[in-house]
Nanobody, 123 residues
Framework: QVQLVESGGGLVQAGGSLRLSCAAS????????MGWFRQAPGKEREFVAT????????YYADSVKGRFTISRDNAKNTLYLQMNSLKPEDTAVYYC????????????????WGQGTQVTVSS
């Protein structure tokens, strides 16, 4: 069964850190560009970060640049999102996604999605 499974979400105070993981099964992660997106209550899902198949190219939303780091370990078939200096406005369900277009910020270019993991940042 082809699937992506996120983990690592939780409740954290403002200024704290969390590390999200996205484990892939039934597919070879190195064949895909990967992305993180998030959706806050009452808002549309938005782009957070993307990384190419080798990890050599990464792009971030302006709102998280300098605080979040996307990385991947193809040997472990796992994608990561290190989130530092968290703010209450980072509260959302975070999704990982696999696609075939490198560097895309559009969710329409990602065709496999995880179920999401909740991140809540308290003030």
């Amino acid at each position: 069964q082809v699937q992506l499974v996120e983990s690592g979400g939780g409740l954290v105070q403002a200024g704290g850190s969390l590390r999200l993981s996205c484990a892939a099964s039934g597919l070879t992660l190195s064949s895909y560009a990967m992305g993180w997106f998030r959706q806050a209550p009452g808002k549309e899902r938005e782009f957070v970060a993307t990384i190419n198949w080798s990890g050599s190219t990464r792009y971030y939303a302006d709102s998280v640049k300098g605080r979040f780091t996307i990385s991947r370990d193809n040997a472990k078939n796992t994608l990561y999102l290190q989130m530092n200096s968290l703010k209450p406005e980072d509260t959302a369900v975070y999704y990982c996604a696999a696609g075939t277009i490198t560097g895309s910020r559009s969710q329409h270019h990602y065709n496999l999605w995880g179920q999401g993991t909740q991140v809540t940042v308290s003030s």
